[in-house]
């Protein structure tokens, strides 16, 4: 007769948070002495009273990173903008900044803005000039022949003032597309600023946490080769 014994499943050990007093598994966080030596000064200063090995929940680090990044920020560039606090948040929040503005531009324009934006289009192009040229050239033909009874004989008073009302609209139309124009590459530039800062904020994250590893690394290499050069002098000495 054979027994089993029962099988036993093992949970991760729970910590409680030493800054929100929230119980979270041991995977969703970590001690202040693993951070990196910057980021956990920074909470030491905030909290003086934490202990040295003290447990911070995931979401606790999130929200004191985002407040650590703000005064580096601050202390290198001075005041934070709008845009600062955007990318601070959405590192906070891990949000992704990426977006497509051209999707977003395109869907809030009005029958007025499209209308600019088709006669400014065609007022810029090969296809309006050469037109305009043959629209000129037929009327003047027009008038010297006869045709039509000379509805505007030379010096072409009537077409001078049709050309004279097509330039005086043309112009404001064509200033409503370039203002929206400029509006647009505006958004282009803070979306392109946002993306390369929070790159910019990862990657000195990044850097820093790679170091902090290393350091730790080598400081625990340097513990097991003192330990092993204890035990080979214990060794040696019992031969003795």
């Known amino acids: 007769m054979s027994t089993h014994a029962p099988h036993s499943h093992e949970h991760p050990p729970h ?90 531009i395109e869907l809030g324009r009005t029958f007025g803005e499209r209308a600019a934006d088709a006669i400014a289009s065609f007022g810029g192009s090969w296809t309006f000039i050469i037109s305009f040229m043959v629209f000129i050239n037929l009327w003047m033909a027009l008038n010297i022949a006869g045709l039509m009874g000379a509805f505007d004989p030379y010096p072409f008073i009537l077409l001078n003032l049709v050309l004279s009302c097509v330039a005086a609209l043309q112009a404001p139309v064509i200033m409503m597309s ?45 513990e097991i080769q003192a330990i092993q050069i204890e035990l080979m002098e214990d060794l040696a000495s019992r031969r003795r």
């Open 178 to 222: 370039q203002k929206r124009q400029e509006a647009k590459d505006r958004r282009r530039s803070e979306n392109d600023y946002r993306v390369n800062l929070k790159a910019e904020l990862e990657i000195r994250h990044l850097h820093e946490k790679i170091d902090h590893m290393l350091t730790r690394q080598w400081e625990r290499l340097a």
């Open 15 to 104: 910590h409680s948070c030493a800054l929100t007093g929230e119980i979270v598994s041991a995977r969703d966080g970590l001690r202040l002495d693993m951070l990196r030596p910057g980021l956990a000064d920074h909470i030491r200063a905030l909290h003086p009273d934490i202990a040295p090995d003290a447990y911070i929940s995931r979401k606790a680090l999130a929200k004191e990173r985002s407040a650590y990044i703000a005064a580096t920020l601050k202390a290198e560039r001075g005041d934070l903008s709008e845009l600062d606090h955007d990318v601070i948040a959405s590192l906070a929040a891990n949000d992704i900044l990426t977006e497509n503005i051209e999707d977003e």
